[in-house]
């Protein structure tokens, strides 16, 4: 299996399931924006206390910890250009209440982008590009990364890599998935030849979503605005995966934009609460269930 196949897959497992047990779609073509709805979160944003000296960089990657509390991070070396050259740790773990716990992967990642925490604690990351012709002119050493998904022990030492460094991969679609289509405002369902089965746009332009044992999905929306998705805020949208409703809006977090901030990576812990990671505006940012 390549790097690329391996990190589509598992972003969908957990929607496999699904797929298995819930009979018929809703199929959606015009739909209203969708802006408003309950908010039973009080939005914390900057969570995570790093070391001095040490800021956020764009994150992706969010997930829980098997604990159910503990929260596993991915960044981009402390700035928005990536990791090349860099030997700061961009894999992170905080306990509940924000203190690091762990860190580790510095110096062997070009650009993290998504992370996953397995049944048994191991910690897998993409790693979504290679490094550019000007990043090589730069750092020459640094030819033979990237375009690989790292296994981590929790500890931080590396179990697996999947892909070839630098080699970018080119799989067919794998299981029957449900994907977050950012670019075609929609949640797409697909069996595992690849053929359409259906769609939900409710949820708007998604870049991560994660679903939780009673069939609710969460879908973050980090890029609607004017001019990608006319009519559509960004935000945290919540609805019931059998009929693709969204019963809950979560507004994006107040910015100097006008259209506000949203994280693309999301993850929900045992408690309900839910955290984003911000590629834009950099960090974590926790929602509180009330």
């Not at 012709?133 to 500890?155: I, Y």
């Not at 605005?225 to 009519?231: E, L, Q, T």
Request: glycine share 12%; proline share 5%; charged share 25%.
């Amino acid at each position: 299996m390549t790097a690329s196949s391996f990190a589509r897959f598992w972003f969908a497992a957990p929607i496999v399931v699904w797929m298995a047990l819930q009979g018929g779609l809703v199929h959606t073509q015009d739909v209203q924006p969708v802006n408003s709805g309950a908010n039973p979160y009080r939005t914390i944003r900057n969570w995570g206390t790093l070391p001095k000296g040490r800021p956020w960089g764009a994150a992706n990657g969010v997930a829980i910890d098997r604990d159910g509390k503990s929260v596993w991070t991915a960044d981009r070396c402390g700035t928005g250009q990536g990791c090349v050259g860099s030997n700061v740790d961009p894999i992170q773990k905080f306990d509940e209440s924000g203190k690091r716990l762990r860190s580790f992967g510095g110096g062997m990642f070009v650009w993290p982008h998504g992370l996953h925490v397995d049944r048994d604690g191991n910690i897998w990351v993409a790693d979504s590009r290679r490094p550019t012709a000007e990043e090589l002119k730069k750092f020459p050493d640094e030819r033979n990364k990237g375009s690989v998904v790292v296994k981590f022990s929790p500890e931080g030492k590396v179990l697996m890599r999947l892909g070839k460094f630098g080699v970018a991969g080119n799989p067919p679609s794998q299981g029957r998935l449900i994907v977050a289509d950012r670019h075609n405002h929609r949640i797409q369902i697909l069996t595992k030849e690849g053929k359409y089965i259906g769609e939900y746009r409710e949820f708007s332009r998604v870049s991560g979503l994660t679903i939780d044992k009673n069939d609710t999905i969460y879908a973050a929306d980090s890029e609607s605005d004017a001019r990608r998705h006319p009519g559509w805020r960004k935000g945290i949208r919540i609805g019931n995966l059998k009929d693709g409703k969204v019963t809950i809006f979560i507004p994006g977090h107040e910015t100097d934009s006008p259209d506000g901030a949203m994280g693309e990576g999301i993850a929900l812990d045992a408690a309900g609460n839910l955290y984003t990671a911000e590629a834009t505006v950099r960090g974590v940012t926790k929602y509180v269930k009330n």
